[in-house]
């Protein structure tokens, strides 16, 4: 009688759970599914090999793991820029980037003999996203296929962004910079390359903090205007959103010197 009554509550503690789980994955938003189905699937093709990684609001913000080309539906022959295309393309729901490889864009190469890192620079409905960027890490072993070992970076998850129209026209963000610069007219701000929106999100520019507040993503558009600045000395860089928010810096007040030779450090515009 005993052992019936246990068999019972055990059946009805499992039932219990299965349901807790499936009402909890109904329950879930199906951005956050899609990346733990992905995860899934990342797991099944690294197979037995060890897997660790830190998720930081729904951003992938460092995998250590071992994944070759074939792991990734790759002959053995492929290049490294071929494996990592691979990855964003099979694994964009995980990185939590829809469209992954054609949103993380290759900004560098380096590295020479045994590790190659591959930094990629990210987009948004066509536009630039000012501080996000990702980079992946390919072992090159002298015998043996290129192993994929980390991935990490800093980028804005898109979970349904609807990105508002800029408050400012482009016209207005030049005014309000020349205005800071004490400039009676925008014939006194000099630019080297015209404005161009970029988005904008404070998180991915929130230093690491373990005491401080989380800053949520919350990105908007905003005119990069890059000028020489007579208070600097120099050339200035800046990130206008609002008439009284201008003062987001983005490269140093140092970078204009050396004649134009800063066209070359702004390749990326």
């Excluded at 050339?235 to 030779?261: E, K, T």
Aim: proline share 7%; hydrophobic share 40%; charged share 15%.
């Amino acid at each position: 009688m005993r052992v019936k009554l246990l068999h019972a509550a055990l059946l009805f503690l499992t039932s219990f759970l299965i349901t807790s789980y499936v009402s909890a994955q109904n329950q879930q938003h199906p951005f956050e599914k899609r990346q733990q189905d992905s995860l899934l699937q990342l797991r099944l093709a690294a197979g037995e090999r060890p897997l660790k990684y830190t998720m930081e609001q729904g951003a992938l913000r460092r995998m250590e793991f071992s994944m070759t080309a074939k792991n990734l539906g790759l002959p053995q022959s492929a290049s490294p820029e071929e494996m990592a295309l691979a990855f964003l393309t099979n694994y964009s729901d995980l990185i939590g980037v829809p469209g992954a490889q054609e949103n993380m864009r290759l900004a560098k190469r380096a590295g020479k003999s045994k590790y190659k890192t591959l930094t990629f620079r990210q987009f948004l409905s066509g536009y630039p996203v000012y501080g996000a960027w990702l980079q992946m890490v390919i072992k090159s072993p002298s015998q043996g296929p290129l192993v994929l070992t980390t991935i990490s970076g800093k980028y804005l998850p898109d979970s349904g962004i609807n990105l508002l129209p800029p408050v400012l026209s482009a016209q207005q963000a030049q005014e309000v910079v020349a205005s800071s610069q004490n400039m009676q007219s925008l014939k006194e701000l000099w630019q080297p390359v015209p404005p161009k929106l970029w988005i904008l999100d404070e998180a991915l520019l929130a230093p690491k903090c373990p005491t401080c507040q989380t800053v949520k993503h919350n990105p908007k558009l905003a005119w990069r205007i890059v000028f020489s600045s007579p208070l600097a000395g120099g050339g200035a860089d800046r990130l206008v959103c609002g008439r009284l928010r201008w003062d987001y810096p983005a490269i140093s007040s140092s970078f204009l010197h050396g004649g134009y030779g800063h066209r070359r450090r702004l390749g990326q515009w």
